[in-house]
């Protein structure tokens, strides 16, 4: 079976451009002095050499300690970052979650920022217009879709983003911890959302701390480690990244 995503020896490279000394007082030496500081070689690899498939209807989960190259990878994939090194190749639409709010204009209404989310989509008016009723149902946000977003608490963000970005089943979804902000019924009912999803056939990638929700949603997980691969399996490999806590 034809991969519906394709990542081979992905690298990134951040440049933290750190300068040695950084100070006023330094400054004014330098001045004075003539001296030129250097800016010390201080890069940063997200990612290296990572590589993997990604058969059509496959719930990829996504694990590491915080700076471990999840978000990155993810990012990577949804076309957000062009890797440093290695090539990723998609076949298919993808409805990214990656980051809160992304693609709202924050002066806006919840209604305008519907129409506005789903046009950056791709979805014309028309069809945004016949969904949009069940896209305020099922945010729970009716009594504030006249309120600018930048009054939204980061819960009612995710709310709305996700009921936007679900109101279709796009062929692969990536989901980044965006949901862990939200209240714990709302979180329920996204999971049994995206788990429709993926009964019907859509590809998930899903990032999350929670090692219970990985392995409930999951089929296989890839565990990454300072943007290194340390193993691509089934859900199990959920315990062992939990038992190296222990180690």
């Not at 639409?93 to 519907?114: S, V």
């Not at 709302?186 to 392995?215: D, R």
């Amino acid at each position: 079976m034809q991969s519906i995503i394709s990542a081979k020896n992905v690298s990134m490279r951040f440049n933290l451009g750190i300068e040695k000394g950084y100070s006023l007082k330094q400054a004014f030496v330098d001045l004075i002095t003539g001296k030129r500081r250097d800016k010390i070689d201080n890069d940063f690899w997200a990612l290296t050499d990572v590589s993997f498939e990604v058969a059509p209807g496959e719930v990829i989960g996504f694990i590491g300690n915080n700076g471990a190259g999840k978000s990155t990878l993810l990012k990577v994939i949804a076309g957000v970052m062009n890797p440093t090194k290695g090539s990723v190749s998609v076949c298919g639409n993808i409805c990214p979650m990656i980051e809160l709010g992304a693609g709202f204009d924050m002066d806006l209404t919840a209604d305008e920022n519907i129409f506005l989310n789903g046009a950056i989509m791709g979805y014309s008016k028309d069809f945004i217009s016949s969904k949009r009723d069940e896209i305020v149902e099922f945010s729970e946000l009716s009594d504030f879709m006249s309120v600018p977003v930048k009054n939204f608490s980061s819960g009612m963000i995710a709310r709305l983003a996700f009921s936007i970005a679900t109101i279709v089943d796009p062929e692969i979804l990536i989901v980044d911890e965006i949901l862990s902000v939200g209240d714990y019924s709302f979180q329920q009912k996204s999971e049994e959302k995206m788990l429709s999803m993926i009964k019907g056939g859509t590809t998930v990638l899903f990032v999350s701390h929670s090692a219970a929700s990985v392995k409930k949603i999951c089929n296989r997980v890839i565990w990454l480690d300072h943007g290194h691969v340390i193993k691509d399996g089934d859900t199990s490999v959920c315990d062992e990244y939990v038992a190296s806590f222990s180690v």
